[in-house]
């Protein structure tokens, strides 16, 4: 039979020991966790610090281009990185439901090694606990993370006429894939999920000297959650042009037949900038030389037009207001 | 899915613009063209096509979205039916949302009752079977597009001997519903476009005698923009030419006899109900399914009818979804669209459903508003 996850394995004892040291030592495997004291005790260089949490409750765990561990790493790292801020120290903590496959969760725990390894952050302090049957739905993670801001002022209220809007990704892929993979669905697709670490785009941005003016992860509400939002709070418009959004076309078919609009799908590796239009070639140039971001667009400007929306033009000349989403589009998609 | 290209040769902007020009063109008087189904309001909707036609088109958005015209009534059935004990409702979509006289299936089910949201009527069987100690009530709903789901429902349900499946039956029929528009008289409407899914099954052949009957030119389209743009150029050309025929622009997927394998299930399992209550435009006979009487032991109406409200419940006074759903008004003409009634919270039944004419201009409608541009 194979190992399973147990309630002793969280409750303190010799059994939790092991579970931490076997796998979860063996794996983020750094100094300052290593230490195993009540609390990560941490020597930060500069004093201006992004600090973040999230949760995962993702359902299914695992999905085609990831799964629940890349994605509570990615996405604790992309909201620091949308700070400007240098991811550096996670805390992980795992509630997970007894009977869990072990092998599963190491596989989860790898993913979020070999995700940590890309902008260089470390784990430095968890927990675990695991509740009996039905108390979680197989796993959920809490991540937390702080960042050093390499780069100060990015903002919502920051948008000005004149600005231009880039998108660094395809959008939509998260959200279709997990549409897509869910089993009620069962629809037989390729589509991955877009799920990835910006930091090292971001960096590249940063140490180019783009000036950016806003920056935030399109995730749930996806692109037209982080437009609305943006266009609300510097109360401008913002006008994009349908055809410049890439989408890929098997996004647009999920959408198609389930009713769906790819811009109100979540998206958790694509990033959303504005900055003013003079410095739009510069950072495209950028963004073209990451995997995670070749398919970078300008899709749209900042205008007066009207207050606080967004207006999608198609290409043949008609126009509407994109819409903040609205209701329950998917639950549990991160 | 990649591999053959569905949506971008419809969508392409010089086909558009050609289509656009052409009908600017050739259109020399005004037609009010009615588009029966919901599917094709949002089409109009969401991709502005309003806003490349001449002035002379003007859509007057029809009665096919089924969950907009479900009363009331039936509602607070599904609502008594789920608050049964031991008992699992299953429905379409938007369903879940629509509100009864005092609550919502989706409210019951925040309060622990079990209502699930299907994508396919099929998953009834499965949850039947992993549940053989609850009833399971199917609620089903739709046109003539969602009837043959349910007919091969009731098929597998027998194959499968199962005694836990029952059926609360809402199918309603496009033919009766468009008679019902026409008869009154005062409908101002010049030529239709046909539906495109509930044609692929009943065959364009039942809107023949409406052609014939009111002398409106009628053309079945496609779902996507170029369709809907061809189509008007076709009513614009049938117009022209004093012309008033059934034609199939949606030749892709529509013939004239249909899906002759799903009507005849249909007519193995469904019969005529003498009289259906539509939200808004009242009853109109002949216009909606019910069981066989062989299959009684199946119908959720008869096996539970003790515990299911029988009082007709009209609309808040200030809704005027009827008058939309008959094209006499437009949404924004309602006192109470985008304010009192909103897509989170909706009063009327054409704000529930995404395919609801009010849900739809709420959506992608506030810039057709007169000078709404700057």
């Known amino acids: ?334 | 899915m990649s591999e053959v290209d569905l949506i971008e040769g419809f969508r392409d902007p010089e086909h558009m613009k050609a289509l656009a020009a052409l009908i600017k063109k050739e259109c020399k008087s005004k037609i009010n063209i009615m588009e029966v189904c919901g599917g094709h309001t949002h089409t109009i909707m969401k991709f502005g096509l309003s806003q490349i036609l001449p002035e002379f088109i003007e859509f007057v958005h029809g009665p096919g979205c089924p969950v907009c015209i479900m009363p009331k009534e039936r509602i607070d059935h599904a609502i008594a039916l789920a608050s049964m004990p031991n008992t699992i409702l299953a429905t379409l979509g938007d369903m879940i949302r629509v509100p009864g006289s005092k609550t919502s299936l989706q409210k019951l089910r925040a309060e622990g009752k079990d209502i699930r949201s299907l994508y396919s009527p099929l998953d009834v069987i499965k949850i039947a079977q992993e549940n053989p100690d609850k009833n399971v009530v199917f609620f089903a709903i739709g046109f003539e597009t969602t009837t043959p789901m349910s007919a091969v429902l009731m098929q597998h349900t027998i194959e499968n001997k199962l005694t836990n499946v029952f059926f609360h039956i809402n199918h309603v029929t496009v033919p009766e519903a468009v008679e019902a528009i026409m008869g009154d008289g005062n409908a101002l409407i010049d030529a239709f476009l046909g539906p495109s899914h509930v044609s692929v099954i009943t065959g364009y052949k039942i809107y023949e005698p409406i052609a014939e009957k009111y002398h409106t030119p009628i053309v079945v389209a496609g779902f996507e923009p170029t369709d809907v743009m061809e189509s008007v150029l076709r009513i614009v050309r049938q117009v022209n030419e004093g012309k008033s025929v059934v034609d199939n622009e949606y030749a892709r997927a529509v013939s004239r006899e249909g899906n002759l394998k799903a009507q005849a299930l249909v007519n193995t399992y469904f019969e005529k109900r003498t009289h259906f209550r539509w939200r808004g435009i009242g009853d109109i006979p002949n216009s909606a399914l019910k069981l066989r009487a062989e299959y009684a032991a199946f119908d959720a109406e008869i096996v539970f009818d003790d515990v299911l409200p029988k009082t007709e419940l009209n609309d808040h006074k200030l809704c005027i979804c009827g008058d939309i759903l008959k094209g006499r008004a437009k949404p924004f003409d309602c006192k109470v669209f985008g304010k009192a009634c909103t897509p989170t919270n909706p009063m009327g039944s054409c704000m529930v459903s995404s395919e609801g004419a009010c849900s739809a201009y709420f959506k992608y409608g506030k810039l057709n508003l007169k000078g709404a541009r700057a």
């Open chain 1, 1 to 334: 039979m194979s190992k399973k996850i147990l309630l002793s394995h969280g409750g303190g004892g010799e059994e939790t020991q092991n579970l931490i040291k076997e796998l979860f030592f063996k794996h983020f495997d750094n100094e300052i966790l290593l230490r195993m004291e009540d609390a990560a005790s941490l020597v930060m260089e500069s004093t201006k610090i992004a600090f973040t949490t999230d949760s995962f409750v993702v359902s299914p765990l695992f999905f085609k281009g990831g799964n629940i561990g890349k994605l509570a790493i990615a996405g604790t790292v992309n909201d620091l990185s949308m700070m400007g801020a240098k991811p550096k120290y996670l805390t992980c903590s795992f509630m997970i439901e007894e009977g869990f496959e072990y092998a599963k969760l190491e596989e989860i725990v790898i993913s979020m090694r070999d995700e940590m390894a890309k902008s260089g952050v470390k784990i430095v302090a968890g927990d675990t606990k695991v509740v009996p049957r039905g108390g979680v739905d197989g796993l959920f993670i809490n991540t937390a993370g702080i960042g050093e801001i390499q780069y100060e002022g990015i903002s919502a209220h920051n948008l000005a006429e004149g600005d231009v809007i880039i998108v660094s990704n395809e959008v939509g892929n998260h959200g279709a894939c997990i549409l897509a993979t869910r089993e009620e669905i069962e629809l037989e697709s390729d589509l991955q999920t877009d799920c990835a670490s910006l930091w090292k785009p971001v960096e590249a941005l940063i140490n180019a000297g783009v000036k950016i003016h806003a920056l935030r992860d399109a995730t749930r509400g996806g692109l037209s959650a982080v437009l609305n939002e943006w266009a609300e709070t510097s109360k401008v418009c913002i006008e994009v042009d349908e055809a410049k959004i890439p989408v890929a076309q098997e996004v647009k078919g999920v959408c198609e037949l389930l009713g769906f609009e790819p811009y109100e799908f979540a998206n958790e590796g694509t990033m959303v900038i504005c900055l003013p239009q003079s410095e739009a070639q510069k950072a495209l140039d950028v963004l073209q030389r990451f995997p995670e971001t070749t398919k970078c667009a300008l899709i749209g400007k900042v205008t007066t037009a009207f207050t606080c929306k967004v207006v999608l033009h198609t290409p043949w000349g008609s126009e509407r207001f994109l819409e903040p989403p609205k209701g329950e589009l998917l639950p549990r998609i991160c």
